[in-house]
């Protein structure tokens, strides 16, 4: 586990390095990068609130970075729709540009990971997902829209021969397909939760 953690580490490292280096040549932070990403993604006004939680940020650097790229007019705040006392933000037209732009930095990461075989990236995302949980459990990680989550996901016990099934888009679905931000993420119950986990851990 400790050469494990090390070479995570290590590519965190990488990951910092180039996120700064794409930031400043595009006149933003990794920060700010990383919020318009999360609008694009969300693809509908998130509060203050919401992107600090979903960022794993302070409110304070929250309201910063917000406040900067609403003054760069890459997003706006408007009331949000369901508390006209509350605001969101969203995208402008600028933003969703930068936005685009913001995406392309981790390709470095793609390239590295295109090097592997099929067989290898399936399980590497299998194992990604299992930590990402792990961590999400233990309250050191947001947690995310994944399929693993989700009330319509129909587990399979061995997916090499039969698929999961995600009932939301009627598609039969194989380990590599399971997503972790999915916009038709509907939250499983808690007893339906442990069902799923405690198939795919099984699984290898």
């Known amino acids: 586990s400790g050469r494990v953690t090390h070479s995570l580490l290590r590519l965190g490292t990488a990951m910092r390095s180039q996120a700064w280096e794409w930031a400043e040549s595009v006149g933003l932070t990794p920060t700010q990068g990383e919020i318009l ?3 694009m993604q969300r693809k509908a006004p998130l509060r203050l609130g919401e992107i600090a939680r979903e960022t794993a940020l302070t409110a ?3 309201s910063d970075a917000v406040s900067t790229l609403e003054a760069k007019g890459l997003i706006e705040k408007r009331r949000a729709l369901d508390d006209g006392r509350a605001l969101a933000v969203r995208l402008t037209a600028r933003g969703r540009t930068a936005a685009k732009r913001a ?12 090097k592997l075989a099929d067989d290898e990236q399936a399980v590497f995302y299998r194992t990604l997902l299992k930590m990402i949980r792990h961590l999400e459990v233990q309250g050191d990680m947001p947690a995310h829209r994944m ?3 989700c009330c319509h996901l129909v587990t399979s016990k061995n997916p090499k021969k039969t698929p999961h099934r995600c009932t939301a888009f009627g598609q039969d679905i194989g380990d590599i397909n399971l997503r972790l931000d999915c916009e038709r993420h509907e939250l499983a ?4 939760q442990k069902k799923i986990w405690k198939i795919f851990a099984q699984q290898t």
């Not at 995406?103 to 295109?114: C, D, H, K, R, T």
């Open 37 to 39: 990403m999360l609008l």
């Open 189 to 192: 119950d808690l007893p339906t």
């Open 147 to 149: 399929c693993m989550t």
């Open 103 to 114: 995406q392309q930095w981790p390709e470095f990461l793609n390239s590295a990971v295109g």
């Open 60 to 62: 304070a650097t929250t």
